[in-house]
């Protein structure tokens, strides 16, 4: 609904907005994004749902759309469908998308709801978790008790411009998936943390009362939780950073916002996807904190898992979300924008060595050595794709996005540390236990596609 909200408000016609907006924005009614078709998941190319004009200024819609989130439910009085689909003579590709604005019923000038649209929900989803979210396969104009087949929908923003359209909303939803994989991650860890203080097991030397020790005194259930609490501070960072951007972006004019913008859309697919990874990481880690409890549904920590394991899917999946930032995201301003956010974070790691601030131990290397890794695979990332190697390039893009979330996330962790002294644990335990993954991480991306490349071909039987 947030991203229906939005991609009207900049995109629709003022009848529209008038129409539609107060009720979405008040939840009196809800909205929905209607992209994928049974072959059109991660490629929209092959996008087929058809919109024929109807001379009136309305549009009839047809086709299948699958997977579709609270395609039909009956919370709202009324759904607001928008919908990706295709004019008559549209060019082929994603050029050739118009966006749709295709109520369940149709809304009168005075605002009260009239007939049934020609839009249905043909099937709910047996998943693996959300079992609250109602996923619809829906069915747009087959007509229904006589009526013409059809559904209504009016057209938002210009023809054949509906991925731009589409994209206000899914910008939107990138970010707002990343705070599900953070919220997630966040419940996981107060979860985990409170059994790791309750449920006794064993002895310990930190702990010296009567009987078995709470297993939060096991070191490794220590690095259990303490790896949940940095990850999650990580991804809360990035996805803080990118809504931060989004903002300025938003309230800036000239080169500012052009730089605010490259920033957020920079940042966006870090967001999406190592907040969702994490979000699956740690309520992973929060179950095994749980032990055998974990595997058992009263404990909720199952739960979380599973629900935590649609936001690397949804969205447009991690791996695509790598792709995008490595092939589209990398080049900004002539491949500068994003040394420049590194510059940012080697002031951090700077700060940190200049200042020597007590309790930090060996951060300020640790830091300095990821950035330096990021500054590398970046540089030769770049290279590739200026030489025209983007598969060379992409086969370490999941590795390359990981590395850059990882190396910012020990500088925002060292940010927060340097302001607040109770940070300082933390953020030393990330620099000196997990940051060393950057290393590996680098010479994945520098030197791992060649033998991905051979050993790939011998999965190829199609
Ligand atoms: C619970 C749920 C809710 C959803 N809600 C909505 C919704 O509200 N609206 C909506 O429109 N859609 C929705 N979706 C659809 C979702 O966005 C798609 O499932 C997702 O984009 C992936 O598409 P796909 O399932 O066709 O997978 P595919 O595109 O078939 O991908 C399969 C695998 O191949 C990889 N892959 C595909 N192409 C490439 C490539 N070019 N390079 C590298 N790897 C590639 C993918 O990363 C993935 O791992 C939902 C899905 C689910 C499961």
């Avoid at 297993?215 to 303490?226: A, K, M, S, T, Y």
């Amino acid at each position: 609904t947030m991203g229906a909200v939005e991609a009207l408000d900049k995109h629709a016609s003022p009848a529209l907005k008038a129409k539609y907006l107060k009720k979405l924005v008040s939840g009196q009614w809800m909205g929905t994004m209607n992209l994928t078709e049974p072959q059109a998941g991660s490629d929209l190319n092959a996008l087929r749902a058809r919109a024929e004009p109807a001379g009136d200024g309305t549009y009839r819609i047809f086709g299948q759309k699958i997977f579709i989130t609270y395609g039909e439910h009956d919370f709202t009085d009324n759904i607001v469908h928008l919908v990706l689909a295709r004019l008559p003579d549209a060019p082929a590709g994603t050029r050739g998308l118009s966006l749709f604005l295709v109520p369940k019923f149709l809304v009168g000038e005075d605002g009260a709801l009239g007939a049934r649209n020609d839009v249905f929900c043909s099937g709910l989803e047996h998943k693996l978790g959300i079992h609250a979210s109602p996923t619809c396969t829906m069915i747009y104009g087959d007509g229904f008790e006589g009526m013409a087949p059809g559904a209504i929908g009016w057209l938002i923003g210009e023809e054949n411009k509906g991925l731009t359209c589409m994209f206000t909303m899914m910008n939107n939803a990138r970010l707002a998936v990343g705070m599900q994989g953070v919220a997630v991650a966040e419940t996981a860890t107060q979860k985990a943390l409170a059994y790791a203080n309750d449920r006794r097991q064993g002895k310990a030397a930190s702990y010296d009362g009567n009987g078995m020790a709470p297993i939060v005194h096991h070191p490794d259930v220590q690095r259990n939780l303490l790896t949940m609490k940095a990850l999650t501070q990580i991804a809360r960072a990035i996805s803080y950073s990118c809504a931060h951007a989004i903002d300025y972006a938003r309230v800036s004019v000239g080169d500012e916002a052009i730089h605010w913008q490259e920033r957020a859309n920079l940042l966006t697919p870090l967001a999406k996807a190592f907040s969702t990874d994490v979000g699956v990481e740690v309520a992973s880690l929060g179950l095994q904190v749980h032990g055998g409890m974990g595997y058992i549904e009263e404990t909720g920590a199952a739960a979380l898992y599973r629900d935590a394991r649609i936001a690397p899917i949804y969205e447009g999946t991690n791996g695509i979300q790598a792709i995008d930032l490595v092939a589209r995201k990398l080049p900004f301003g002539g491949g500068d924008h994003v040394h420049g956010y590194i510059a940012e974070l080697k002031a951090v790691a700077d700060e940190v060595r200049t200042l020597n601030p007590r309790g930090f131990g060996r951060t300020a290397d640790a830091l300095d050595r990821a950035l330096d890794d990021l500054g590398q695979a970046t540089r030769f990332l770049q290279g590739l794709l200026a030489d025209g190697r983007s598969d060379e390039a992409l086969a370490g893009a999941t590795s390359y996005l990981r590395l850059i979330s990882l190396a910012a996330g020990g500088a925002y962790l060292a940010r927060g540390a340097l302001a607040d002294q109770s940070r300082v644990a933390l953020c030393r335990f990330f620099a000196e236990n997990l940051l060393g993954e950057a290393g590996a991480l680098k010479e994945r991306v520098i030197g791992g596609a060649e033998s991905l490349a051979a050993a790939g071909k011998t999965l190829i039987s199609a």
